[in-house]
T-cell receptor
Framework: KQEVTQIPAALSVPEGENLVLNCSFT??????LQWFRQDPGKGLTSLLL?????REQTSGRLNASLDKSSGRSTLYIAASQPGDSATYLC?????FGKGITLSVRP | NAGVMQNPRHLVRRRGQEARLRCSPM?????VYWYRQLPEEGLKFMVY????????ESGMPKERFSAEFPKEGPSILRIQQVVRGDSAAYFC???????????????FGPGTRLTVL
């Protein structure tokens, strides 16, 4: 059974800081991993989908990497802004982590 | 191109009533997923459907819950005889065709927040 872990559950950083959000999964037999953002009371917004054949995927200030063999993915956010404050979730094979709630302080 | 649509956005039911949640996938998407989100448990997969077929319902409670995705019209998640423990946010996601032995990128709707009194 696939398990997805995201630690820590919450993170607070000052504006402008570069940061890394971690995601680990137990079953490495995956085809892709997806990162989402969720704002309070809202649905999930897809940020990046990274295929197992890829090592990383980039969109603007976001960069996601995937290491299938070690069961890990990271989401790198460059030059964080208060508008980045949200909960970030990763998902593999219909299993979601509980998310990391990010707060970026002005 | 409209995104995934869900209605109603908020639904209040009394214990014992039925709740019916609707999901219209993105145009061109033939796969629909339903999830439930509880504050302490995170997002949990319930059921995966293609048009007129339930593909995987391993996450759905055996009793009171059912889902369908008819040839015409939205996907429906039905909860009969609701109880307070059914109070949660229910999200629907859609994706294009299933490829490479795994699920494709999913796009989520805004959710339906069910409150059972």
């Amino acid at each position: 059974k696939q398990e997805v872990t995201q630690i820590p559950a919450a993170l607070s950083v000052p504006e402008g800081e570069n940061l890394v959000l971690n995601c680990s999964f137990t079953d490495s037999a995956i085809y892709n991993l997806q990162w989402f953002r969720q704002d309070p009371g809202k649905g999930l917004t897809s940020l990046l989908l990274i295929q197992s054949s890829q090592r990383e995927q980039t969109s603007g200030r976001l960069n996601a990497s995937l290491d299938k063999s070690s069961g890990r993915s990271t989401l790198y956010i460059a030059a964080s802004q208060p508008g980045d404050s949200a909960t970030y979730l990763c998902a593999v094979k219909l299993t979601f982590g509980k998310g990391i709630t990010l707060s970026v302080r002005p | 191109n409209a995104g995934v649509m869900q209605n109603p956005r908020h639904l209040v039911r009394r214990r014992g009533q039925e709740a019916r949640l609707r999901c219209s996938p993105m145009k061109g998407h033939s796969h629909v997923y339903w999830y439930r989100q509880l504050p302490e448990e995170g997002l949990k997969f319930m059921v995966y459907l293609q048009k007129e077929n339930i593909i995987d319902e391993s996450g759905m409670p055996k009793e009171r819950f059912s889902a369908e995705f008819p040839k015409e019209g939205p996907s429906i998640l039905r909860i009969q005889q609701v109880v307070r423990g059914d109070s949660a946010a229910y999200f629907c996601a859609s994706s294009p065709r299933y490829v490479s032995g795994d699920h494709n990128e999913q796009f989520f709707g805004p959710g339906t927040r069910l409150t059972v009194l």
